[in-house]
């Protein structure tokens, strides 16, 4: 079974709590970097390491400094004594914000990963369990040919493979840290530093940096998250198109005592579905702004700053919430195969005209001529109501190049189901 996590969890690793805790976490390593260098004596550590900060004085700071690095260390700095003159040796605010905004990451990342897992685990299972249920392929709105409910869900369930090694490239390109002063130049703080901070953090030292981490990384992460809400959107409308009531094939959950409508006792909406697309537009949006922050001034400014502060958090909080939604969604999914097999019997056997199609070519009609002529019944049958083999079985046309037994034999729906199993082996789902 995958591992099962909570909201609270994603949440939680957006407070500020943690923010500032991730911070200390860094200015800690770094402090334990230049002692293991021989700067910092070794016997500070030890009450470094109980450093602490107090939102409440961080707050009484700023209100005076207007600079939320600089309350934090005044606030940190109170939790100390002489020692305290070792925190923040020789960085910039960036160094501490940017790797513990880093730290945060990697661990949003690690959740929405669990969340995708059980997304798919839950997707594969519907796959195998409607491996063979027939329902109508439609293109356009239209009906075209039979599919599989287990084909459509072994390709959402593909589709979100895609997203999870997208998430998971994008883990791994945020998975660094960047601990370099104030334009990148180690000016005030060795490389040495970078590399032993980091590696006590979990993180990689970023080869090059301005004051700041690059922000291609960010949005390279966002995007992810961006796309992964898209496929969750893609699937969420298409259980909201087969819900409809002229359609009918799935219905989202509706639990014991629910209402569908103030007004209307008999409605049953695909509103959780509805709520999973109206969230992906929002990470979307905040994809194109992560894409913007790209472009900073010179070695740094801080029009990223302030938005990011929404968007990063946002972006995570959202994508965990959809994701969970979505599940359930999928989870508690009513599936209705009766239905699904009588609307492909509305058009009367349309569905076949491709195969009719083939079997007059493969019998030496021209391909135009072909069309033509299955396409007179097809039109026939659409605009009537009548049943197109009982057309086709009156035209002399065809009757002349097939035989009743070979027409007949045409209107199988097994021919569509052939090589499901071929897909599934593919997949690995067997």
Known sequence: MIERYSRPAMKKLWSDETKFAKWLDVEVAVCEAWAELGIIPTEE??????????????????????????????????????????????????????TALNLQIKEAVYLLELGVAGLIEVLEEKAIQHKYTL????????????????????????????????????????????ISGAVGTYATVQPEV????????????????SQVVQRDRHAQFVTALAITAGSLEKFATEVRALQKTETREVEEPFAAGQTGSSAMPHKRNPELCERVCGLARLVRGHALTAMENIALWHERDISHSSNERIILPDSCLVM????????????????????????????????????????LIEKGLSRQGAYELVQRS???SWREGKSFL?????????????????????????????????????????
């Open 45 to 98: 550590i030890p009450k470094i390491k109980k450093a602490r900060f107090d939102m409440q004085r961080f707050h009484e700071i700023l209100e005076v400094t207007h600079h939320d690095v600089t309350a934090f260390l005044g606030s940190v700095a109170g939790s100390l004594g002489e020692e305290s003159r070792y925190i923040h040796l020789g960085l910039t605010s960036s160094d501490v914000m940017d």
């Open 135 to 178: 329902m109508m392929g439609r293109t356009h709105g239209v009906h075209a040919e039979p599919t599989t409910f287990g084909l459509k869900m072994a390709l959402w369930a593909q589709e979100m493979r895609r997203n999870a090694r997208r998430l998971a490239e994008a883990r791994e390109v945020m998975s660094v840290g960047k």
């Open 194 to 209: 970078e590399e032993i901070a980091c590696s006590k953090l979990g993180l990689a030292a970023a080869p090059i940096s």
């Open 320 to 359: 965990d919430y959809i994701l969970h939604i979505f599940t359930g969604v999928m989870k508690g999914l009513n599936v209705y195969p009766e239905r699904m097999r009588r609307n492909i019997e509305l058009t009367q056997g349309l569905v076949f005209s491709q195969r009719v199609l083939l079997a």
């Open 378 to 380: 097809a039109m026939e």
């Open 390 to 430: 009982g057309l086709l079985e009156k035209d002399v046309d065809v009757t002349g190049t097939l035989t009743l037994d070979e027409l007949r034999s045409l209107f199988d729906y097994g021919y569509y189901t052939r090589h499901v199993d071929l897909i599934f082996m593919r997949l690995a789902l067997l």
